[in-house]
């Protein structure tokens, strides 16, 4: 079995996720013997998609969040009544790209200012 399967900037070899497959017991590997080759090659290719897609979201979380240079203390609602309303929108702006690179719908987004204005 040759290949790879790829989701984002990651991929997996198909004879790692054949041998991914194959350690999850008899019950899954009696269920694959059943399996006609081109079923079994779709099933390897869903399983190797599932493993690479939380990798990627993970590794966009950790980038987003990358606090290597900086020891950030967690903020409490009273810390943020102390922020002036013009400096928390700003501030936000500035960092929507990233916001947006981890996931974040302009809703989230909206609903973080919302929740700050509602401290005020």
């Not at 017991?25 to 099933?43: A, C, F, I, N, Q």
Request: hydrophobic share 35%.
């Amino acid at each position: 079995m040759n290949g790879e399967v790829s989701s984002e900037r990651y991929k997996v070899k198909l004879l790692d996720v054949q041998r991914f497959v194959q350690e999850q017991g008899m019950l899954v590997m009696s269920r694959t013997d059943e399996l006609d080759e081109e079923d079994l090659h779709d099933l390897q290719r869903s399983v190797g998609k599932l493993i690479c897609g939380p990798v990627g979201r993970l590794d966009r979380l950790i980038t987003t969040h990358d606090l290597k240079d900086r020891d950030l203390p967690a903020t409490t609602p009273e810390e943020l009544v102390s922020v002036k309303r013009s400096d928390f929108v700003q501030f936000t702006k500035e960092h929507i790209p990233r916001l947006q690179s981890a996931d974040w719908t302009e809703e989230m987004i909206e609903q973080i200012d919302e929740q700050h204005a509602s401290l005020l």
